[in-house]
């Protein structure tokens, strides 16, 4: 038996999760690092995205674990899981259509919620301070009073990383963030994974082997809901078993 790796931010071990019999994530075992930007990639149907679900608790695992930070996800809610600091963004972007770029960070502030009337405008400024931080990031500075319906459809991937962002998570996960986006998006959107890694673990699922290249440290191949390889892209690339189950295809 492993035993359990404390000194990585996420330590996922045995995981498995079964629909009716049919294991989607199969006994998977995988460690992620603080200031790591991890890339998922395997064939349509591997298990990448199920594995996310795993992660955040939108999907219970059939058995294994999940620790973060020392925790044992497993079990816990989906809230309480984004609490203890993991974003996750899905496949089509969720962001609030008629409402402005800024007014979309604003909601996404965590503590706006929360705060006293009479300390209001004390901590506007912080948040205001937050939000253009953030939209500089997002390189949608320039775009902060336009309406969200308004953006491309790369700039509305941006801007629910952003919402994410001004949460701070510890973990974020992205399933697929630059399918459908123009080839300097795809640039832009890289140059953007690697600044939000540092300090956090970042876990993208890709399938654009070309972007994978441009941003990959370390790449974890599923393939039938296993881990098939892991190293980094050069390995990876002239690994016999991926080129026959997904670079050959
Ligand atoms: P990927 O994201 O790698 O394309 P998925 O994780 O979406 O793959 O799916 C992996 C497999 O698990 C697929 O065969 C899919 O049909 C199956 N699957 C995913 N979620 C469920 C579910 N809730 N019930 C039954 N089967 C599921
Ligand atoms: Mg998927």
Excluded at 1 to 9: E, I, K, Q, R
Excluded at 45 to 67: E, H, N, Q, R
Excluded at 111 to 122: G, Q
Aim: charged residues 25%; glycine residues 6%; proline residues 2%.
């Amino acid at each position: 038996m492993l035993s359990s790796n404390t000194d990585y931010l996420l330590s996922i071990e045995d995981l498995t999760v079964s629909f009716d019999g049919f294991k989607a994530v199969d006994n998977v075992t995988m460690y992620v690092d603080t200031d790591e930007l991890r890339v998922v990639i395997g064939p349509n149907g591997a298990g990448k995205t199920t594995l996310l679900d795993l992660i955040c608790g939108k999907t219970a695992a059939s058995s294994g674990s999940i620790k973060f930070n020392q925790k044992e996800l497993r079990g816990l809610a989906e809230h309480k899981i984004v609490a203890l600091g993991v974003g996750r963004k899905f496949q089509t972007p969720s962001i609030y259509e008629n409402l402005t770029v800024y007014e979309n960070l604003e909601v996404s502030y965590p503590a706006a919620h929360k705060v006293l009337p009479a300390l209001f405008f004390k901590t506007t400024a912080e948040v205001d301070n937050e939000i253009r931080r953030i939209a500089v990031e997002i390189y949608l500075d320039e775009y902060l009073d336009m309406e969200a319906s308004l953006l491309s459809h790369g700039q509305k991937q941006w801007l629910e990383i952003g919402m994410l962002l001004i949460q701070d998570p510890e973990l974020l996960m992205l399933d697929e963030p630059v399918a459908g986006m123009s080839v300097k998006e795809r640039e832009q959107t890289g140059d953007l994974l690697k600044r939000i890694c540092k300090g956090r673990s970042v876990i993208v699922i890709e399938h654009d082997m070309d972007f994978v290249e441009k941003i990959a440290s370390k790449v974890t191949v599923l393939h039938q809901g296993s881990v098939l390889a892991e190293g980094n892209m050069a390995e990876i690339q002239k690994n016999e078993k991926v080129i026959e189950v997904y670079l050959g295809h």
